[in-house]
């Protein structure tokens, strides 16, 4: 029998991720990119070899990494045509081939993985499939009883076929059939991976394997502080080489501080916490349940809370509630990042077009790279802050901000 292989889909364009530029499977957590927590469950599954289908922006990235246990191939699809064009661009080296399709960056427990392993030895199709209370803007697999009878792709609120949204954990016996789906199949949505599959669904017995467990997914840019939460509390606890730590400073609970850390007087660091190597912590500093990234300076008197804060950044007398600072962002003293509406209600963010409820009563600012704060400027609730712009002095920012903007006055 031929061992199974995993197709890892990592070359979406992330039409929803902005202002975040750094392509979802490479946002770094706790020191490695989210792809590589993924790759590394795929030991617990008895599978040794993985396909990794990137983009061209990404390729060099995703062939730099290194999974003890699994021998990764890389391949690049060229055209950003969707789950059904990811599969196919990798079609030479899976054909008839137990594949497992799998996206790059849904995290889960471990005992999902063991779940899968168990299924894989019996060798029929199955779906991996959640059980949500709330809905949730995905594909939602319609069921006759264990039997899998189609895929609905983002149905609408009030039209789900059943409480149960597809995990991408798809598993083919025999790739062959699929990929003949793939290539027959038309759509004029991006549902031709999707429609394929429930085509195949009417002639081969796919069964769900139903899940209860943690499942975050890298859909939307707060989705981040999610993914955070999970993999900080699953952190271990580390002290680097080269740190210093000077007097009255109090670390409770499981803190990473990586190699050449400073952290100065009268601070205080609550865990789970993340702390980069050559990062230096302030005066006066409180860092709860916070992931910071290398090279950070986060100066007198700043708070930083629940949050997630990429490479070089640079604060002083800040607070940063709730909120995704991708890097390199410099941030003027007396700026705040509020966290809370006035009302406690859940918090929206506009995507494109659409308006939607994030589901959180508590959420900062959504911050991309290269962005400049002026001092005693207030970034409301769930406000986007696009790449490469300056922000000046004194402002109020209630409203998105695009790519590369000067909003001096």
């Not at 030991?43 to 040794?48: A, E, L, P, T, Y």
């Not at 959640?130 to 006759?144: E, H, P, Q, S, V």
């Amino acid at each position: 029998m031929n061992s199974p292989i995993a197709v890892v889909l990592a070359g979406g364009v992330g039409k929803r991720w902005w202002p975040l530029q750094t392509y979802k499977s490479l946002v770094p957590f706790v020191g490695k990119p989210a792809i590589s927590h993924v790759l590394e469950q795929l030991q617990s599954v008895g599978i040794k070899e993985a396909i990794v289908v990137t983009n061209p922006v990404d390729q060099e990235a995703i062939s730099r990494l290194l999974i003890a246990g699994v021998n990764i191939t890389v391949v690049v699809q060229q055209t950003p045509n969707g789950m059904a064009g990811a599969v196919l661009s990798a079609k030479d080296a899976i054909r008839q081939r137990p594949i497992l399709v799998m996206n790059a960056e849904d995290l889960v427990d471990n005992k999902l993985y063991e779940v899968i392993r168990s299924e894989i030895t019996k060798q029929k199709p199955f779906v991996v499939g959640k059980k949500i209370a709330r809905y949730f803007d995905t594909g939602y697999l319609k069921l006759r009883g264990d039997s899998i009878e189609a895929i609905i792709e983002k149905p609408g609120k009030g039209n789900e076929p059943s409480n149960y949204v597809n995990l991408v954990f798809h598993y083919f016996p025999d790739s062959e059939p699929f990929l003949k789906a793939l290539e027959s199949t038309t759509s004029d949505s991006d549902d031709v991976y999707e429609q394929a599959l429930s085509g195949l669904c009417k002639i081969i017995d796919f069964h769900i394997v139903r899940y209860e467990g943690t499942w975050v997914p890298l859909k939307y840019p707060w989705h981040v502080l999610d993914m955070m939460d999970v993999l900080l509390h699953a952190m271990s606890e580390l002290r680097g080489k080269n740190i210093e730590i000077k007097s009255n400073v109090v670390i409770e609970g499981p803190v990473h501080i990586g190699d050449n850390v400073k952290i100065f007087e009268n601070t205080k660091i609550v865990g789970p916490c993340y702390i980069g190597d050559n990062t230096i912590i302030g005066n006066n500093n409180i860092i709860r349940q916070s992931h910071i990234g290398e090279g950070c300076v986060t100066g007198f008197n700043t708070d930083i809370t629940r949050s997630y804060i990429g490479d070089n950044c640079w604060f002083h007398s800040n607070y940063i509630g709730d909120s995704v600072i991708e890097g390199d962002v410099n941030m003027g003293s007396g700026t705040v990042c509020a966290n809370l509406r006035l009302d406690r209600g859940e918090i929206a963010s506009v995507v494109g077009d659409n308006r939607i409820n994030t589901r959180r009563t508590k959420l900062g600012a959504l911050i991309g790279k290269n962005v400049r704060i002026g001092v005693n400027t207030s970034i409301m609730p769930g406000v986007k802050i696009g790449s490469g712009s300056i922000v000046g002095a004194g402002l109020v920012v209630n409203h998105d901000i695009p790519n590369d903007s000067k909003k001096l006055l």
